[in-house]
């Protein structure tokens, strides 16, 4: 099979295209022949080596996440997929989707949902269990809440602004100047574009979710209430000055969950 793969970090000049033997699924594994790769800021941060204190993927290797493709071999064990299903698969660490194939537990593949196009279906687990890991189980968002997503128009930050108006809580999402209707059109309740407006007027939040980091990071204690929550899902170090604010800091632990 043909793959996209890198040998060292370093900018997108390091991925090359390379021929591979094609990989066999073993038990309780199915492979995919992949019509579309999600590419995600994850993907780019690892290539240039931005979250080795984090992740040390074995090198040389194949980059992406998310895929969607059609099931073409199915090991034993597996239950719930035949050849020939169409799904979306979120790959492991070591595995990666810049390939015409894959292979991964069936734990990390789903069916492809109905109504969405090859591009939508390749980029949604990734992105999905991101946003489903930080709203539900780390904020616990609930009805009623008032909660700030940072990055609001991101790939990330947009389903936990839809997830979190799904909920029943009220969300602000801060994006760039020019994004504030798609931000509004997802469910928030008010856009801020973050590179022409304050988000620090904000208060009584009782949620924060930061995607960015950073002095954004620093200036979101002040606009949550006294026991508050601030989730933050970036690789960066933050500086946790939460008992200064009274509030609650948590990073949202994103581990590959069937």
Same mark, same amino acid.
């Given at each position: 099979m043909q793959a996209m793969q890198f040998d060292r970090y370093g900018p997108p000049e390091v991925l090359h295209l390379t021929t591979l033997p094609s990989p066999q699924a073993g038990s309780g594994e199915v492979r995919i022949r992949l019509q579309a790769a999600g590419v995600a800021p994850f993907d780019a941060k690892l290539r240039a080596g931005? +979250?080795?204190?984090?992740?040390?993927?074995?090198?040389p290797k194949i980059p992406g996440r998310d895929g969607v493709g059609v099931v073409d071999q199915v090991g034993a064990g597996v239950t719930g997929f035949t050849v020939?299903?169409?799904?979306?698969?979120?790959?492991?660490?070591?595995?990666?989707?810049?390939?015409?194939?894959?292979?991964?537990?069936?734990?990390?593949?789903?069916?492809r949902p109905a109504g969405l196009s090859l591009h939508q279906a390749a980029a949604l687990l990734q992105p999905g269990n991101s946003a489903w890991v930080a709203v539900m189980q780390t904020a616990q968002v609930?009805?009623?809440?008032?909660? +700030?997503v940072h990055g609001g128009a991101g790939a990330v930050?947009?389903?936990?602004?839809?997830?979190?108006? !799904? +909920?029943?809580?009220?969300?602000?999402?801060?994006?760039?100047?020019?994004?504030?209707?798609?931000?509004m059109g997802l469910g928030a309740s008010r856009a801020i574009a973050y590179d022409r407006d304050d988000f620090g007027t904000l208060r009584h939040q009782d949620v924060v979710f930061d995607l960015i980091g950073g002095t954004t990071h620093a200036r979101s204690y002040a606009v949550l209430r006294?026991?508050? !929550? +601030?989730?933050?899902?970036?690789?960066?170090?933050?500086?946790?000055?939460?008992?200064?604010f009274g509030v609650q800091v948590s990073r949202a632990i994103i581990a590959d969950q069937p």
């Open positions: 931005l +979250l080795q204190a984090h992740f040390q993927p074995a090198l020939g299903d169409a799904v979306c698969v979120m790959a492991d660490l070591a595995r990666g989707t810049y390939a015409e194939m894959v292979v991964c537990s069936a734990g990390l593949v789903v069916p609930a009805a009623g809440m008032q909660v +700030l930050g947009s389903l936990m602004v839809q997830l979190c108006q !799904h +909920l029943g809580a009220v969300v602000t999402a801060t994006c760039r100047a020019g994004n504030e209707d798609y931000v006294k026991g508050g !929550h +601030l989730v933050y899902l970036t690789a960066a170090p933050i500086v946790d000055t939460g008992s200064a």
